[in-house]
């Protein structure tokens, strides 16, 4: 099982660019999410979805965008960069949002907007 | 809502114990925990349920305290590498804190 797999690992965009970071689990895990990782602030729920078809807002949803056609696939999409979200992402999966097991986290993706 | 975490950070001397709080102004009703090192993900530490049911890991433990508005984690006898940044997470929503900071020194 290669568990979480984000790409890519590094990016740079040019501030309106937009992107599309991927994230895939092979766990069939129903649950996933997209955090954003900055100084002193922890993890912020950006987005998540507890089942294809289905996706939600976190605490952080301005300018970003998600979609789950598929169990396996959750991308987050930067529909026009700023330099607002040079973050550290995390994707993340886990059985059930709501019950008792453990997430499971990407290695992340370093976004630089400049 | 993000739960709270206090201290922000701590230095700890090896074999020295730690506490880390984790406080919401709802009740917690199950929290996670997960350490992350410098430049990798979180990885989970163990689970406190509702009925104070836990997963240890190691000689970390956790507990809520009576109105399940704070739980709080135990290290003990901390080693070099309990070091990382410690969160806490309401599994109920998926929240986690802000993190704490625990740097073990020898």
């Known amino acids: 099982n290669a568990g979480v797999t984000q790409t890519p690992k590094f990016q740079v965009l040019k501030t309106g660019q937009s992107m599309t970071l991927q994230c895939a689990q092979d766990m069939n895990h129903e649950y996933m999410s997209w955090y954003r990782q900055d100084p002193g602030m922890g993890l912020r729920l950006i987005h998540y979805s507890v089942g294809a078809g289905i996706t939600d807002q976190g605490e952080v949803p301005n300018g970003y965008n998600v979609s789950r056609s598929t169990t396996e696939d959750f991308p987050l999409r930067l529909l026009s960069a700023a330099p607002s979200q040079t973050s550290v992402y995390f994707c993340a999966s886990s059985y059930s949002g709501r019950s008792y097991t453990e997430a499971f986290f990407g290695q992340g993706t370093r976004l630089t907007v400049v | 809502q993000q739960p709270v975490q206090s201290p922000q950070a701590v230095i700890l001397r090896e074999g020295e114990d730690a506490v880390i709080n984790c406080s919401s102004s709802?009740?917690?009703?199950?929290v996670h925990w997960y350490r992350q090192k410098h430049g990798e993900a979180p990885v989970f530490l163990m689970i406190l349920l509702k009925g104070g049911e836990q997963m240890r890991h190691e000689k970390i433990s956790a507990s809520f305290n009576e109105k399940k508005q704070q739980s709080s984690l135990y290290l003990t006898a901390s080693q070099l590498s309990y070091s990382g940044t410690y969160f806490c997470g309401t599994v109920y929503d998926m929240r986690f804190g802000a993190g704490t900071r625990l740097t073990v020194k020898p």
């Open positions: 709802k009740a917690l009703y199950s």
